[in-house]
């Protein structure tokens, strides 16, 4: 197998997708099904080794709101680890609330994508440290044109015919931080990131990617890694308890890919 080597360490991310107060989990977006506490779950990850905790509000842009402050709190007590919100961002009135509820980062997507100015308003007023672009794209098939994958809003139920790496570059010019990068069609399916969308986006811009959708095993994310992506992202598998942190962290690291250690590790007391 061979050995991946990366600057700075990778970045394992638990996401916690939140409906109505609770964390779900689905395919494709779809089916979603009750997977727990939000802030239990984030505080069992961090205990873990997680090195971020990602919550996105899924209904808040189709319900037409923004996310529950209440959950960001909650979340926020919870945690000592860097934490990113995203869902219904749609000013930036709405990231200055998040930010005072406890993010460290937030994400926007549709409104982004409505209006993109909105990106350079974010990052003009809080830092590109703080603003994330999220980017939910699609494959446009055989006759699709340009880098043949397309932005999906509205949590999944809409295409847009915008390019994805194009809106992702044009995102990185706008001054955002990071991208998270989800492909649609692998969310869910145990089937891997998909690498091509990896490949093109890292080809397009300099800023870290996070990469989301279809993980199910260290391999997956090794191979996101020599894709180009910072940091990946995974649900299911934390959810359903088919991997802890600490274990996965442990299989990349014999995969060759640098990561931050346990907390544990860094330990030590006086004799």
């Not at 919870?78 to 994400?107: C, I, M, N, Y």
């Not at 993109?116 to 007023?125: K, Q, V």
């Not at 989800?182 to 969310?187: K, P």
Request: net charge neutral; glycine share 10%.
């Amino acid at each position: 197998m061979a050995r991946v080597v990366t600057g700075l360490p990778v970045r394992v991310v638990p996401c916690l997708d939140v409906r109505n107060g609770r964390v779900v989990k689905g395919v494709a977006f779809q089916e979603l099904r009750d997977q727990g506490d939000p802030a239990a779950l984030a505080a069992a990850y961090e205990e873990q080794g997680a090195d971020e905790v990602v919550v996105l509000d899924v209904s808040a842009t189709p319900d037409g709101r923004r996310t529950r402050l209440d959950t960001v709190r909650t979340v926020r007590a919870a945690l000592s680890v860097p934490l990113t919100v995203g869902g219904g961002v749609g000013r930036v009135e709405d990231a200055s609330l998040l930010l005072e509820a406890g993010a460290d980062k937030v994400a926007t997507n549709t409104a982004a994508v409505r209006r993109p100015g909105l990106l350079s308003e974010l990052a003009a007023r809080f830092g590109a440290q703080c603003v994330v672009v999220a980017i939910d794209a699609a494959a446009t098939g055989e006759t699709g044109a340009g880098s043949g994958y397309e932005v999906v809003v509205r949590s999944g139920t809409e295409r847009t015919g915008i390019d994805a790496v194009a809106w992702a570059a044009r995102a990185a010019e706008a001054g955002v931080g990071e991208v998270l990068l989800t492909s649609v069609d692998r969310d869910g399916t145990k089937q891997g990131y998909d690498l091509e969308l990896l490949r093109r986006v890292r080809a397009a811009v300099s800023v870290p990617i996070v990469a989301s959708g279809g993980a199910e095993s260290p391999e997956h994310m090794a191979e996101a890694v020599r894709a180009g992506a910072d940091a990946v992202l995974a649900a299911s598998i934390f959810h359903q308890a088919r991997w802890t942190v600490e274990g996965l962290k442990e299989a990349l690291r014999a995969r060759g890919v640098r990561v931050r250690p346990h907390r544990a590790e860094n330990s030590w007391s006086a004799p």
